[in-house]
């Protein structure tokens, strides 16, 4: 055991790196058991362990501290990587969002509440902010590309709220509420209490840039229009 007593606001560990491009290994943790040496945590084998690290020879704000895990075949993978500029990823060196999460096959994600409940809380604020999850895919012109989301955005002159989800070739990415592209787009929208009000609760479908369906919250129906009067209504040729 080591115990070290800092001042407030001291620094109980400094390690310089000897220069500015240098990787440096911090802390490493060597499972190797193999008499006599290994057995201390000597053996750098890259089989049995871990390695905390400064890696200061990449550029700028891609240094990063690092946590590299041993495989078992003798090589070192980079697992988590902080970068200078607070970029976190896991999987990858090179993260381009505050959390970035990669894996050459498939990837998964589990909240598990085990004997309660599991929840996932996107947060906004702000008038015109919004919370939501893009999905994107590869296409025949490319990969990434969004062909869809769900998102709710804040408004902060009212109470209401609604949730769009939403689906098109292109250009359907969260926060996206222009009108969609003719023989392409589709949207389903909840609107709870849309301006402030009540009786304007709706339930709609758009396809393409037109509204095709409407549920108000009095039950009334409309196909082909937005002004509904009855308790089905049909408008159109």
Do not use: C
């Not at 689906?167 to 609107?191: C, F, H, I, M, P």
């Amino acid at each position: 055991t080591i115990r070290l007593v800092s001042s407030d606001n001291g620094t109980a560990i400094r390690v310089g790196a000897g220069a500015g491009d240098n990787d440096v290994t911090l802390i490493r943790v060597d499972g190797k058991a193999t008499s006599p040496v290994e057995i201390h945590g000597e053996s750098n084998d890259s089989a049995f362990g871990f390695s905390l690290k400064y890696m200061g020879s990449r550029n700028g704000n891609d240094n990063s501290l690092s946590i590299f895990s041993d495989n078992q075949t003798g090589t070192q993978v980079e697992s988590v990587t902080i970068l200078q500029d607070g970029k976190v990823g896991i999987g990858t060196d090179v993260p381009t969002s505050d959390l970035h999460v990669f894996k050459s096959t498939s990837a998964s994600t589990i909240i598990d509440g085990a004997a309660g409940d599991g929840l996932l809380t996107l947060r906004n604020a702000g008038n015109g902010n919004w919370s939501g999850i893009n999905f994107t895919r590869e296409r025949s012109t490319g990969t990434n590309v969004t062909g869809g989301s769900i998102w709710m955005p804040s408004d902060t002159s009212n109470n209401g709220a609604t949730l769009y989800l939403q689906t098109q070739s292109a250009s359907a990415n969260a926060g996206e509420s222009g009108a969609l592209t003719d023989n392409n787009g589709v949207r389903l929208k909840l609107a709870s209490q849309p301006g402030g009000s009540g009786t304007n609760s709706a339930f709609t479908v758009e396809v393409g840039s037109t509204e095709r369906l409407r549920v108000k919250s009095d039950g009334k129906v409309g196909i082909g229009t937005d002004n509904v009067d009855y308790k089905l209504e049909v408008f159109g040729a």
